[in-house]
């Protein structure tokens, strides 16, 4: 027994060293992003035949070569378990996988970012809609053309007392309060609060004049920016812009703001065609390095949730082996054959897991260095994961002889159910976005047949 738990646990170490090697790959060389997406599509082909051929195939050929009615209901019922463990598996990696990205584990992952800053993104412009909705020279501009305004508008955050602008100052931008309160103080004009949804700035640009007041935050306030360049260019862009910028011009006095009554069901509605053109008008977008460090400094514990992520994707592969490695050398033995080193390694699973960790570390490691962890942090994660999957492989086969055949059946199970879910939901979105969707089903094609190829050796 003390003999099988090594070779597992060498074995593990064995699927798991591309990660090292990946991640040492990623942090070094600048691979361009379409060949990681042929790499991430080829590991997911190789894991998807991996984890077919060595555990799901088992049980369903027991099912189909049964020929007793005790041997039938056996390879039935081991049927249904490998099914419930599927379903489990599939459920436990979900839950915790958002258990773990609420802490910033999404972070390993580019397809994981996309979501989640599409997620972010898209409440934000939600929120800026309803705030520019109410405003003369934004409520006139057509749901279609709103996208124009809205990628331009960019968050500044202000603390209490923090200047905007002052008295004098050249105009460069105007600023729409997304949330908190601004004080207006000038010697023309009374001194007024502006509160959300509210505009300031936009008359110095209009007439090319320097800002007649000082303006200050009156306490935590973020401002939506749009810079006088970009202010002139949608003047050009959109003829209802330009026509709703002059007639503000003609009708506000001072500070007094002229809001454009509406009611609130077709702000609403106003709202909600804007978000359609918007949906219809562009794609997903990859996030700024800006986005990835706000995103990762938002998290204290980033790096120990990526690296719990992670784990969460190689634990259940990693007992598996030991499984597998102990369920072959039970049937040898059975058979009165010796087992041996080679004659117990399931090979394909192996190769499978070694051909998916690769490029899996490979990006990852170059998105965590991006949001500024060292390379020596980086390289240590991965390869604190190659020891504890094959520590992972020497549990499974240390349990392998204390448990049930149809405890096993539904440990695979699990394992199967996690991978798969895996897969789907981040190896292979990963791979789409990054590189031709074409290229990437030929990837798959390619890792999944490359996969097989070593049931040869077995």
């Known amino acids: 027994m003390s003999t099988l738990v090594y070779w597992a646990f060498f074995s593990g170490g064995i699927a798991a060293f591309s990660l090292t090697l990946g991640s040492l790959v990623g942090l070094t060389l600048r691979i361009p992003s379409y060949i990681i997406g042929i790499l991430a599509a080829f590991g997911a082909g190789a894991l998807l035949s991996a984890l077919a051929i060595e555990l799901v195939a088992p049980t369903v050929e027991h099912l189909v070569t049964a020929e007793t009615a005790q041997e039938i209901n056996e390879s039935k019922h081991s049927f249904f378990v490998l099914i419930g463990g599927c379903i489990v598996g599939g459920l436990l990696f979900v839950l915790l996988d958002q258990l773990i990205g609420q802490g910033g584990g999404y972070l390993r992952k580019t397809a994981y970012i996309i979501s989640k800053s ?57 600023f729409i309060v997304h949330y908190g309160k601004l004080a207006v103080e000038s010697p023309d004009h009374r001194d007024i609060e502006l509160e959300k949804g509210s505009i300031v700035g936009e008359m110095a640009l209009l007439n090319n004049t320097k800002r007649p007041s000082n303006v200050r935050a009156l306490e935590k306030t973020e401002l939506l920016v749009l810079s006088a360049d970009d202010f002139h260019e949608l003047r050009q862009m959109i003829p209802e812009f330009d026509e709703a910028v002059k007639k503000l011009a003609t009708e506000r006095h001072e500070e007094n703001i002229a809001f454009l009554e509406q009611d609130s069901q077709e702000r609403k509605n106003w709202t909600n065609q804007a978000m359609k053109a918007i949906s219809l008008g562009t794609g997903q977008q990859l996030p700024t390095r800006t986005d990835l460090q706000k995103d990762h400094d938002s998290h204290s514990h980033a790096a120990m949730a990526i690296w719990l992520g992670i784990a969460l994707d190689a634990i259940p592969e990693s007992i598996v082996i030991g499984i597998a490695i102990f369920g072959t050398a039970a049937a040898q033995a059975a058979n009165g054959i010796e087992p041996t080193f080679l004659s117990v390694l399931p090979y394909t699973f192996i190769a499978g897991l070694f051909l998916s960790n690769f490029p899996e570390a490979l990006s990852s490691s170059a998105q965590m260095q991006k949001q500024g962890m060292s390379f020596v942090r980086v390289l240590s994660l991965w390869s604190s994961l190659v020891i504890l999957t094959a520590v992972g492989a020497a549990l499974g086969a240390y349990i392998g002889d204390s448990i049930s055949h ?21 190896m292979l979105p990963e791979a789409s976005h990054l590189s031709d969707n074409n290229l990437v089903g030929l990837s798959t094609l390619g890792g999944f047949i490359c996969s097989i190829m070593f049931k040869l050796l077995e």
């Not at 972010?120 to 412009?125: A, V």
């Open 118 to 174: 599409a997620i972010k993104k898209e409440k934000f412009f939600r929120e800026t809609l309803e705030d520019i909705c109410s405003i003369p020279m934004f409520a006139s501009v057509s749901p279609e053309d709103i996208e124009a305004i809205l990628v331009r508008l960019k968050p500044r955050l202000y603390n209490e007392g923090d200047k905007v602008f002052s008295r004098g100052d050249t105009a460069q931008a105007m």
């Open 406 to 426: 149809g405890s096993l059946v539904f440990i695979e199970g699990i394992a199967a159910g996690a991978m798969l879910t895996m897969i789907c939901s981040a």
